[in-house]
């Protein structure tokens, strides 16, 4: 393959604030290096139907506050079959790009590896994702913001729980992933965080209760990550509802709120960081990488080592949790 003379970029999977900030990122890095840049619309569906239009830096003006996806999004079951890869390649081939600048979750990333690996195509990811389940970054674009989101919406909710001394289940996102609940937890003083890494270790929601919540307060706020290892926050409560009558029980889902808002300024400084990394990677000729920030730096994470690898949680915050709700 030749030098790369125009970059693709998509927005894949589910959004996160600070995709915008990321794509602004990755526009103008590459128009400063003499690049052309094409706009893909709704991720890898966008390759398929050859939605494509050609981004100037005035395109990427005024976005970087924006949350959501100025590209629009989609999770594409077509792009998941040979014959959609094809057509995705044939219209990069005749759209001249050279290369693609993919930004989005696991499943983006593994949708860009097999791509890569099958016709040989350069690809830099991006980790946007609200959930933090990329391994070879410290924080993934977006979760920063859906963490202040939860805190928000957590702090609310506290109100009306110690009005009426109630205990209630706060489910929060996080695919698999227990990262939001269990930071989300810390940073609202939550009694507990119910979370996928460790559910087949021991009864989390058993402990709690034989430990009895929080001794010193009658409200109690747990927040429990969905997934299937957790069952949600409806399995808990209906749980406590049968086994310990005594509680006063409600449930919030906070749902695809999480999703939405303008981006903290975290996650704008990650995103335009990570957006400037990933030209400057493709211009060092690096292939099939994440860019990913640990300890500050910016490092290349290979496709297979980001999605393959679990990240681990860091298991001395739940004791910090355990602590600090007594
Ligand atoms: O991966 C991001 C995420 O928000 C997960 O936390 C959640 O499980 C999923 O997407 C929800 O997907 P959808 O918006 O397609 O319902």
Redesign the pocket.
């Known amino acids: 393959m030749g030098a790369i003379k125009c970059i693709g970029i998509l927005t894949s999977?589910?959004d996160?604030p600070g995709m915008n900030a990321a794509i602004r990122a990755v526009t103008r890095t590459a128009i400063y290096n003499g690049l052309e840049v094409k706009a893909i619309y709704r991720g890898y569906r966008g390759l398929i139907t050859n939605e494509i239009e050609t981004f100037k830096t005035q395109n990427v003006s005024n976005i970087i506050q924006q949350g959501g996806t100025i590209l629009k999004t989609a999770?594409c079951a077509e792009f998941m079959t040979p014959e959609g890869r094809k057509q995705a390649y044939d219209t990069l081939v005749s759209q001249n790009i050279d290369a693609l600048v993919c930004i989005g979750?696991d499943g983006t990333l593994t949708g860009a590896r097999i791509f890569a690996t099958e016709f040989n195509y350069p690809i830099v990811g991006l980790p946007g994702?609200?959930?933090n389940d990329l391994y070879g970054t410290d924080s993934t674009i977006g979760y920063d913001t859906a963490l202040n989101t939860i805190m928000d919406a957590v702090d609310k909710i506290r109100d009306t729980a110690t009005s009426h001394e109630r205990l209630f289940f706060i489910e929060v996102?996080?695919?698999d992933a227990g990262f939001l609940a269990l930071n989300g937890a810390i940073a609202t003083g939550s009694e507990a965080a119910i979370i996928p890494e460790i559910a087949t270790e021991y009864d989390q929601l058993g402990e709690l209760i034989k430990n009895g919540f929080r001794k010193s307060k009658n409200s109690s706020i747990v927040l429990v990550a969905?997934s299937p290892l957790t069952g949600g926050a409806m399995a808990m409560a209906e749980r406590v509802k049968n086994e310990y009558p005594q509680y006063d029980v409600r449930v919030t889902i906070l749902g695809?709120i999480?999703?939405g808002g303008s981006p903290t300024a975290f996650d704008r400084i990650l995103a335009s960081r990570m957006g400037a990394a990933a030209i400057d990677a493709l211009l060092d000729d690096q292939r099939n990488v994440m860019i990913g920030i640990q300890n500050d730096e910016i490092v290349y994470v290979p496709f297979t080592k980001a999605i393959k690898n679990d990240k681990p949680i860091n298991r001395e915050l739940l004791n910090t949790l355990r602590i600090l709700s007594i």
Do not use: N
Request: glycine content about 26%; cysteine-free; proline content about 0%.
């Open positions: 999977g589910g996160a999770r979750g994702t609200i959930d996102m996080g695919r969905e695809h999480q999703r």
